[in-house]
């Protein structure tokens, strides 16, 4: 199945696989990643 990102989406899949990459990878809080995304 195709899954489509909604225009004004915050962060496409490759962005939130990113974020999560900083936070697992990177030893990044939530906080900081966020901040980098602009997300809470």
Do not use: C, I, K, Q
């Amino acid at each position: 199945m195709s899954h489509a990102t909604h225009a004004n989406a915050t962060l496409t899949p490759r962005g939130r696989l990113l974020l999560a990459r900083l936070v697992v990878d990177d030893g990044w809080t939530y906080a900081r990643a966020g901040e980098r995304f602009s997300v809470g």
